[in-house]
């Protein structure tokens, strides 16, 4: 099955943008791990947005990047959200309150921990009631949000893919290894957008093939980061301009094939 | 033209209404409720729907680190009505890596780490231990991946979490794997187990009743938690077309882009999801015999719902909700209502609005109070959750 890339969003340390992260990975810039920019959340009024979280920030970032690249209306894009352990940090604020005498859960915090509460700012910033789920697979989130947008597309939904991992709070970080905080958004969809874009040919299957790994030691440090970042080898096939094929592993036994094709504007479909 | 029908092949069900369909059944046609009074370890006293024998449940040495309540509470279903049994029997019919699982559940096994942090090791080192078995219990994937390490599939697995409408959802994805072709059947559900966090969490909301929930009800003042493990087959045409089941007809989803907990005051999005499950199904709002309420108890969501329904144009349609009897099951609601619609159909009985014995005079919508026979060929299931996420599904009898 095949569908199209109409735009890209990345939040990490070292790339500020999906068009940063792509001169990045094409080699007409270095690499450089800055601690990531502080997320830029546009459409949330001021009482929302003092309770937006950080997962939230960094997903609606990273989506209305891609949105505006792809020159879609977000109201009418359905959309995905996966993410390997939601909000660590709001959980680990709810379980603090439930140690202390007397107990008393944050209203806020307790909303803001179930792991669609990304997806709902979302559709408060954005005015959109469109369809959308929130998924995970824990260390292949990327994998599992890419095959569900992909279904998405291919079953006639143009959709808008969200992944995203924070760093866990130090009473969480020996039992999670998220080391760095990544956030990619994916605009996919069936019809060849009419500027530039890729094409993914994809298939599901079962796991025959080496994951690829990138060159560059910095680079790989960060795909082994964060679940998110798992996305980076798919980013660099789209910043190559040429045809590349990625596989991802998804859990022990599967694997998502990608064969990437970037394409020019305006070509008819092939 | 939507895509075809997908037969829910074989289900089951464990909850404060029993271990099973028969014993669901036989609670819901007595009327009985089954929640009861619970206090919490840090003392507070409420109604829920708790499920008992979990504790006692084995699951294989191979999946020890797996051992948290939630996913007992999912073993304890998988063994009910020969669930496992059907899935072996699928596995040499279709192939391991061809069954994919997709549960929803809003917190997985968070309890487990409630309990750390209660620890003395957390209390004196400020961090939980190496040893934590983090991602087998907590981890909201946790629930899907010891479901198909305890069934011995290999496709694609999902969790889902959009909070009360995730088993809703689960059904959703489960529906696009079979139609791209990547699975033949699916094993979907909905595990959700009691933590403290959910029932403090309510309670700060001031949506935690005081007393038992009385859906639609005058006097109602909020929700009942209950856990609840149901799982179903979702099955390609072809496959498993001996067994019993219903047919998925069609789903719709929406999103209420209005508050994190309120829902819209005019239902806006659950009419949304109601709207595009029948279109989906190429139904009408008169071909429904029954809808199974969201109907958790809380004033603002039952009027919303009542809203939604009569924007439908079905104000005449029977409607009940089953969460008096089971609690509100949060991630595992979806996947309850299934069961309980699946009952209705083949037992041809349409349960009544447990615990509400009078309804709110303000609410239009055709309140089923007491549970009686009927016959329902078409039935739909609302599910709505917070950040304003609504799931409905149109269930039909196999013709």
Known sequence: MSCFIAGLGVLAPGLN?????LRVLRGDEPY?????????????????MRRCPTTARYALDVGQQALAEAGWEAPRVATVFSSGSGDLEILDKNCRALIQEPIA????????????????????????????????????????????ALMMASLGSPCLLVVYDTLPPAALAPVRKVTAPFAVALAVCQERPAKACTRIDWAWGPRDSEELVLDRPALEALRTSNPAARSLPLLQAMARRQAARVVLPYLAEGQLLLDVCPLPAGAATD | MGPPRLKIAHYTLVSALGRGLNETFATLYSGRSGLQAY????????????VSGVEDVGIPQSLSRYGCRN??????????????????????????????????????????????????????????????????THNVFSCADFTRRYLGLTGPAFVISTACSSSAKAFATAARLIHSGICRAVVVGGVDSL??????????????????????????????????AGFAILAAPGVLEEAYGMML????????????TAPHPQGLGAWEAMSAA????????????????????????????????LKLGCQETPVSSTKGATGHTLGAAGACAVAIVGLAMSEGFIPGTVNTEVRDPALQSALVLEGHRATVRCALINTFGFGGSNCSLVLEACP
């Not at chain 1, 559709?123 to 009631?129: D, L, Q, T, V």
């Not at chain 2, 917190?107 to 983090?134: K, M, Q």
């Open chain 2, 249 to 260: 007809a069609g789903i719709g989803d929406s999103a209420d882009a209005y508050h994190m």
């Open chain 2, 71 to 136: 996913n007992l509470l999912a073993a304890l279903a998988l063994e009910t009505d020969g669930f496992a049994g059907t899935v072996s029997e699928l596995v040499q019919k279709v192939g391991a890596h061809r069954i994919g699982v997709v549960v929803g559940t809003s917190t997985s096994g968070i309890a487990v780490t409630e309990a750390a942090y209660r620890d003395p090791f957390f209390g004196n080192s400020g961090v939980l231990p190496v040893s934590f078995p983090y991602r087998e």
């Open chain 2, 278 to 309: 029948l279109a989906a199904a190429h139904r009408a709002p008169r071909d429904l015999d029954y809808i199974h309420l969201h109907g958790t108890g809380t004033i603002h969501n039952d009027a919303a719902e009542d809203l939604a329904i």
């Open chain 1, 32 to 48: 450089v791990r800055l601690d990531a920019r502080i997320p830029m959340v546009a459409g949330l009024a001021a009482n929302e």
């Open chain 1, 17 to 21: 943008s999906g068009s940063h992260a």
């Open chain 2, 195 to 228: 933590c403290d966090t959910t029932l403090y969490g309510f309670q700060s909301l001031g949506l935690l009743s005081r007393t038992r929930t009385q859906p639609f009800g005058a006097g109602r003042d909020g929700i009942s938690i209950g856990e609840a």
């Open chain 2, 39 to 50: 206090t919490t370890v840090g003392g507070l006293v409420c109604d829920v729907g708790r």
């Open chain 1, 105 to 148: 859960v944050s209203p806020i915090l307790f909303h803001n921990s179930v792991h669609n509460a990304v997806a709902g700012y979302w559709g408060i910033a954005m005015g959109s009631r469109a369809p959308s789920t929130s998924l995970s697979v824990y260390e292949d989130s990327f994998a599992a949000g890419l095959l569900e």
